[in-house]
């Protein structure tokens, strides 16, 4: 058994900054989620579809682990990544961290998790692991999800290994904040400038701006492309504004860290990019409740207007980008 006492714990929305909050603050370091979120680029968008899916999927956010990855290059932190295919390297790479006395990131599918409220796969949860015994993990999820929870060993080894969409071999990690971290205000502006030019220049029509203008041509379609429209269009709602994004797909969270940073930045584009963002984060909550009005009704001219407001959605995100882009 091993077990670290002092982990400091609050409720917050997001898997991959809970689990950085419990990282961070155990070596010092105390940002709110908003912050680590924006200085971890982390919002993003994406709209993805193939004949293998069940549903259309939106993701509001960079790929998993993208975020810590971005947040330790920001801030200069030491991020030290364990993956295997082996169940019993694993664990060793997840208990030693927690034997010499440091939480441990850990990235799993939560459909194996014993306390997990909704069983759907998805294999880019992140926890922070505390302690164990000789029967059950403890961990910090989001407040959703219970905070500080426990799983048995078997439970958590059977959601390390699941592969498929999403997942990784195995990952561990900690972090070591050096004696002279950089100062999260000096960097600020540099990533607000590396999510924006990420979000206005996809690779791809499915991302970004263009992931959202595409997304609105899409969505009057999606009675006829569900199989199971009762279901299937509440769920994403669901997902939109409830699935540990922090409402409407992380757009409250990003309008919550660019608040943050005007307090500490004095710009017009820093607040025209912070109002764009507010206006955002109301519109994708209608166009949530206009999904999920259609699953119950199965009225379409609720999926033509959730298009009209996801067309405008598209110009303003990208009028916002624009704006932070040139800090």
């Not at 390297?89 to 939480?103: M, S």
Request: hydrophobic residues 40%.
């Amino acid at each position: 058994m091993a077990m670290i006492n002092d982990i400091p714990v609050r409720g917050m929305q997001h898997c991959e900054t809970t689990t950085l909050s419990v990282l961070l603050r155990h070596e010092g370091l105390d940002l709110s989620e908003p912050m680590l979120f924006g200085l971890g680029s982390g919002l993003s968008f994406i709209y993805w579809d193939s004949k293998a899916m069940g549903f259309p999927f939106l993701g509001g956010r960079v790929k998993p682990f993208e975020l810590t990855r971005n947040l330790a290059a920001t801030l200069g932190l030491e991020l030290l990544v364990g993956e295997t295919t082996s169940p019993r390297k694993a664990w060793q790479n997840a208990a030693a961290p927690i034997d010499a006395g440091r939480p441990v990131g850990l990235q799993l599918d939560s459909y194996h998790l014993d306390y997990f409220s909704t069983k759907v796969h998805f294999g880019g949860h992140i926890v922070a692991m505390y302690g164990y015994d000789e029967q059950a993990a403890y961990l910090v999820d989001t407040d959703q999800q219970g905070g500080t929870v426990s799983t048995s060993l078997a439970s958590l080894a059977r959601a390390r290994a699941e592969r498929g969409p999403m997942t990784a071999k195995h990952r561990s990690f900690t972090i070591t904040v050096p004696s002279r971290p950089a100062s999260p205000q000096d960097r600020i502006i540099p990533a607000i400038k590396t999510c924006a030019d990420a979000f206005l220049n996809p690779p791809i029509a499915n991302l970004g701006h263009r992931g959202i203008e595409k997304t609105a041509k899409q969505v009057p379609n999606w009675l006829q492309r569900s199989d199971n429209p009762r279901e299937d269009l509440p769920r994403a709602a669901v997902l939109m504004e409830k699935a540990g994004t922090g409402g409407a797909l992380f757009r409250n969270l990003y309008r919550a860290f660019l608040a943050e940073c005007a307090q500490l930045i004095d710009s017009s584009r820093l607040r025209t990019g912070h109002s764009l963002y507010a206006e955002a984060a109301v519109l994708w909550t209608e166009v949530a409740a206009l999904v999920a009005a259609t699953g119950e009704s199965g009225d379409v001219k609720n999926l033509m207007q959730a298009g009209s407001i996801l067309h405008e959605l598209s110009r303003i995100e990208r009028d916002a980008m624009q704006a932070l882009s040139t800090l």
